[in-house]
């Protein structure tokens, strides 16, 4: 076992070998910045995986700057093979960095570094712990969210915290531009963060637990519109969803994506009846009308409403 004396003096004599796991494009800033300041010596992310029409295998985003880097890089199906074990403690790393990874770590990856595992996780823990925290905080209306940096542990982001950074949730905000956000935000805390860490001057605080929430791993299913739902919480899944799962409904036996909408307080309604509202197209739901800004009819590109509603001359029979 280390000392903390001799992890002191290693500390302010060298800079600490770091490891980064992250796939997404949510990782890149942070992974990008650490690169600047720190010798990252190796780099984990998910395998490359089909996407598109074409089902072609796309190499995760970390991948590609990573290689842009000049980075070593490993992509193991499981972190918990012997061979990405074996790889991991090669590196030797001080300290490991996750940032939306997308693997649970176990102890025999926690505990190898001297200086832990610390994750930069998009939301004000402990609120909204889990896979998809970013869509939850606007699903349910959060007024603000931000970021955390932990020290994780063998829970689901039940790690004690080390910092946090608030930013408010715009009106406009979709999970894509709140997400990029909260990338930056989460980068930036990150390097700010990690002298005090390094030197020992900053302590992890435990989570308050009797205030935990948690935000479930999303599917295509959870974006199915219910109109029988208030039309505010709609709204908010449509911004909550976009870019991913997306949003939709059936409308003559195809899915329609509902990739922009708005609500507009209206009475007397019956969820799910279709109408048009100043020229574009809108379904009643419970409180208001869903007002359709943006679409993608299966199998076509994303149109206006306003275009859509051109083409679509049968809208108000369904």
């Known amino acids: 076992m280390l000392s903390v004396g001799y992890l002191y003096v290693k500390i302010h004599t060298m800079l600490p070998r770091i490891v980064f796991m992250g796939s997404p494009e949510f990782a890149l800033p942070t992974l990008r910045r650490l690169a600047k300041q720190y010798p990252v010596v190796g780099v984990v992310t998910q395998p490359d995986r089909p996407a598109g029409r074409g089902r072609s295998l796309r190499p995760p985003p970390v991948k590609s700057l990573a290689e842009s880097l000049g980075l070593p890089l490993i992509q193991p199906e499981r972190l918990r093979t012997p061979e990405a074990i074996a790889q991991l403690r090669a590196w030797a790393p001080d300290l490991i960095v996750v940032a939306a990874y997308g693997q649970i770590l176990r102890p025999a990856v926690l505990e190898l570094p001297a200086f832990g595992c610390l994750n930069v996780h998009a939301s004000l823990l402990p609120r909204w712990r889990g896979a998809a925290p970013i869509q939850a905080a606007i ?50 805390l990150l390097l700010d963060t990690l002298p005090d860490y390094l030197s020992g001057r900053l302590l992890p605080q435990p989570q308050d637990e009797s205030s935990a929430t948690f935000a479930p791993m999303l599917t295509r299913a959870d974006g199915a519109l219910d109109f029988n739902k208030s039309v505010e919480s709609l709204a908010r899944q449509v911004r909550a969803f976009n870019p991913w799962p997306g949003t939709y409904f059936t409308w003559q036996g195809a899915p ?28 009643e739901a419970q409180g208001g009308l869903l007002v359709l800004d943006e679409v993608q009819p299966a199998g076509r590109k994303a149109l206006s409403g306003g275009d859509f509603l051109r083409g679509a001359r049968s809208w108000k029979e369904g």
């Open 139 to 188: 699903l349910n209306g959060d007024a603000e969210t931000g970021v955390t940096i932990m020290r994780m542990d063998a829970g689901v982001d039940t790690g004690p915290i080390l910092s946090q950074r608030a930013t408010p949730i715009l009106a406009e905000d979709t999970a894509g531009t709140l997400g990029e956000r909260l990338a930056e935000l989460g980068a930036e």
């Open 256 to 283: 329609l994506k509902v990739l922009r909408a708005h609500a507009i307080p209206a009475s007397d309604l019956q969820p799910g009846r279709l109408t048009i509202h100043e020229g574009l197209p809108a379904v």
